[in-house]
């Protein structure tokens, strides 16, 4: 059985506001004060792990160090299912430095040329660290369709190039509201609290 999270606080192991806003509004019904990685300056690890578990536990280990705090770290990304999965762990890296995600996208499209399977699924995986070392993990996914060109102002990354199963509109069109209803961080988001926080 999962442990229960009873502490006051806990530190988001985040660099990335669009990670950090989502995961905020998704924690905002849990009366747990939250603080990110990114305003307490902490510096960034590099991401050496060759799983998402791997990378988010990295990433969560690294925050809870240095605060003292319980740290929860998303490492997510986007597979595409006719280029056998990828890019993966590597999808921030498709962005380059600094990430650019008009490049990013452009560049899932090339390699896709004209293969007419569009399937995709965005995978989240989230890890949750106490100062102890105990650790769980909890995993989320959403199986959709790849569009092009990207549509969309709303979000970030790759939004504006995915569609969910079964919504002709992607993610860059929709309120995050609706993007939550599907998402693959709200659903290991809604893993996680189920195991941990409910009855909070
Ligand atoms: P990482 O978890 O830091 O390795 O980065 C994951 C990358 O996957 C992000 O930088 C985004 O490019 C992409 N990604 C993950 N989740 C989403 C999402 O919900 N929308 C758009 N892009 C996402």
């Not at 950090?20 to 849990?30: D, F, S």
């Not at 929860?72 to 890296?93: C, E, K, M, Q």
Request: charged share 25%.
């Amino acid at each position: 059985m999962a442990r229960r999270f009873t502490e006051p606080k806990l530190v988001l192991a985040t660099h990335n506001p669009g990670k950090v806003g989502e995961l905020e509004e998704l924690l905002a019904p849990w009366k747990v004060e939250v603080v990110s990685a990114g305003t307490l300056g902490l510096p960034e690890p590099e991401e050496t792990g060759e799983t998402f578990v791997d990378n988010a536990l990295l990433k969560a280990r690294v925050a809870m160090e240095a605060t003292g705090l319980p740290a929860l770290a998303d490492d997510s990304g986007l597979s595409v299912v006719g280029l056998g999965g990828r890019p993966g762990v590597h999808t921030a890296d498709w962005a380059g430095s600094p990430r650019d995600f008009t490049r990013a996208m452009r560049r899932v499209q090339d390699e896709l040329g004209s293969n007419p399977d569009r399937r995709a699924a965005f995978m989240s995986t989230l890890a949750l660290v106490w100062p102890d070392g105990h650790e769980e993990v909890f995993e989320g996914k959403v199986e959709g369709e790849l569009v092009w060109p990207p549509r969309g102002t709303i979000g970030w990354g790759y939004d504006p190039m995915f569609a969910p199963e079964g919504s002709p509109r992607t993610y860059g069109e929709m309120s995050a509201e609706e993007k939550h209803s599907t998402s693959h961080r709200a659903r290991a988001l809604g893993k996680l609290v189920k195991a941990c926080f409910d009855g909070r």
